[in-house]
């Protein structure tokens, strides 16, 4: 079955430098997740996207922002990078038509590292 | 948001039973309780969901009291495998109220 992709695996930045993730979610889901997890940390939730609109905002730096396009996938860009935005950078994604619940299920995950 | 408080760490031995208790006193009427399970540098993957009495599927059981402030996540005949972090997340969706990821319970399963 397909499962979430995240592009790329791995990203090396400088400080002060720009980065972008993408998210593709499973087919015809409608929402996607974005969450951010230092290491020796638990997932951070960041922010959400519902049918191509914000849902719900955690704890995304201003330097941070994130759309979600007409195809349904994602980006997640980072400008002025610090040592401290080094983490896994996890999306996820939910299928429509369940009311009530929030099953996510999860891509493999970005792995950014900034010097 | 429902916040979750789950015992940081936990361990067992192969071929136990392992049951993982999370409290959410503050869970709204329409929340759901969800269990994820996470391995090292993957993505958290989805054990369970419950709202009320039990679920069972192939890997787990979930208990949930009538008064749903907390959950027990019961795991049968751990193996090695099983080592892991386990969460225990509270929401709902369209409650607009994503779910948050709390300090989950770090099990360690010995031969």
């Known amino acids: 079955a397909a499962g979430v992709i995240q592009s790329p695996r791995h990203l090396i930045k400088e400080k002060r430098e720009t980065a972008t993730l993408k998210c593709y979610p499973i087919p015809r889901h409608d929402t996607v997740y974005w969450y951010q997890q230092g290491p020796g940390q638990d997932p951070q939730f960041l922010i959400s996207f519902y049918e191509k609109m914000q849902s719900d905002k955690g704890s995304i730096p201003d330097r941070f922002s994130a759309q979600q396009f007409s195809d349904y996938h994602s980006e997640l860009n980072m400008s002025s990078l610090e040592l401290g935005d080094s983490a896994l950078y996890f999306c996820?994604?939910?299928?429509?038509?369940?009311?009530?619940?929030?099953?996510?299920?999860f891509g493999p995950g970005t792995r950014l590292t900034v010097l | 948001l429902a916040k979750t408080t789950q015992p940081i760490s936990m361990d067992s031995y192969e071929g136990q039973e392992v049951n993982i208790t999370c409290s959410h006193n503050n869970i709204a009427t329409n929340d759901y309780i969800t269990w994820y399970q996470q391995f090292p540098s993957q993505g958290p993957r989805f054990i369970i969901q419950?709202?009320?009495t039990k679920v069972t599927n192939e890997v787990a059981s979930l208990f949930i009291p009538a008064d749903r402030k907390s959950s027990t996540l019961s795991l049968p005949r751990v193996s090695l495998s099983d080592t892991a972090v386990y969460y225990c997340?509270?929401?709902?969706?369209?409650?607009?109220?994503?779910?948050?990821f709390g300090a989950g319970t770090r099990l360690t399963v010995k031969p």
């Open positions: 419950g709202y009320k």
């Open positions: 997340l509270v929401g709902g969706r369209y409650n607009n109220n994503d779910m948050r």
């Open positions: 996820a994604s939910s299928p429509p038509g369940l009311a009530s619940t929030d099953t996510q299920y």
